[in-house]
Structure formats: structure tokens, C-alpha cells
């Protein structure tokens, strides 16, 4: 019985990137004269509860929504807002209320 041919080796190359990775799904948005990255998020059962600035109702984790914070690199996690996506996407029709302006 012939030998199996084993895969040429392969040098080791500069390590991968993996900011791409990290950072799958946000965007670029424009909003009110200013840059916002925008994360869309997947329910989850971690229980929590925000509150929506589109619309100041409450918004539980257990439903999928979006994540958005200015893109001027000067903020913290403080900084992010979680939005109902249908909020998000009539932001332009319904200003956002509240204390996020």
C-alpha cells in the first residue's frame, strides 16, 4: 500500500489580523452633521434592559437591535446607545427624545 502524501509545510507568516474580525458588522453612518459606528446586535438572555432613545420605551437584550456611538474616538462605553433598529432607521423622521441628543 503506497504512502499517504503529507501537505508541504508552511512558514510562519506575520500574524493574522484579526481587527476585521472584531469588528464584523459595524458601520459608518452619518447622523445629524456628525460620523456614528453602528453595530447591529443579536438577542441574548442575558437580561438586560435599555432604554430606546428613538423612542424612550424599553428595549430588552432578548431582542435584536442595533448599538450606536459617535465615531470621534474620543468616547468610552459610556458613549454607546442601544436603539430599536426600526428607531435607528427613522431617525431622520423621529428625532430622537430624551437625554441622547
Partial sequence: MPRRRRPPRRTPGPAPDISRVLESGVRREQYAGGAWMVRPVRANANGRVYTCPGCS?????????????????????????????????????????????
Avoid: E, F, I, M
Avoid at 84 to 97: E, N, V
Fill in 57 to 101: 420605551q424599553q428595549l430588552p437584550a432578548s431582542l435584536a437591535h442595533v448599538v450606536v456611538w459617535p465615531d470621534d474616538g474620543l468616547g468610552d462605553v459610556s458613549d454607546r446607545r442601544h436603539w430599536h433598529t426600526g428607531c435607528w432607521k427613522a431617525r431622520d423622521r423621529r428625532p430622537p427624545r430624551g437625554s441622547w441628543r
